[in-house]
């Protein structure tokens, strides 16, 4: 499954010492829970993640069905995260996840940033 990225702040080297920087702010996902990617649930329950240069760290969490109407005030939580992806337990679905991702600047790599990336996960 491919998601798009949400809100982001990405920094890319143009030369000279010149850096370019970019941000976007996202709409709060459980604001529109139906305008987000839907994918099944694997039977295995494991959610793969795999990015082109994997990032330095990140975090994933979601937020149950039962909680989505709690808008700002709603109870994420933590994802269980193992070497193919991460866990969600079947009886949490559905759920709207969010993986935030950072990579961090390095004196040799032309980029550095953060992403976030949202879907939801049905049964």
């Keep these: 499954m491919e998601v798009n990225p ?9 030369g000279l010492g010149l ?33 082109a240069v994997a990032p330095d760290s ?5 937020w149950t069905e039962d ?4 808008g ?4 994420m939580t933590d994802g269980q995260i193992n070497d193919q992806g991460f ?10 996840v969010t ?3 950072q990579w961090n600047k390095r004196i040799f790599r032309g980029w550095y940033g953060n992403v976030e990336y949202v879907f939801k996960i049905i049964p």
Aim: proline share 10%; glycine share 6%; aromatic share 14%.
């Design 6 to 14: 949400g809100a982001h702040s990405w920094n890319v080297k143009q």
């Design 19 to 51: 850096w370019m920087a970019q941000e976007t702010g996202a709409v709060f996902p459980l604001d529109y829970t139906d305008a987000y990617p839907a994918f099944p649930l694997p039977a295995d329950g494991v959610i793969p993640l795999g990015w």
């Design 58 to 62: 990140y975090r994933v969490a979601y």
């Design 67 to 70: 909680v989505w109407d709690d």
């Design 72 to 75: 700002m005030d709603a109870t």
């Design 87 to 96: 866990l969600m337990p079947k009886e949490d679905t559905p759920a709207m």
């Design 99 to 101: 993986v935030q991702a």
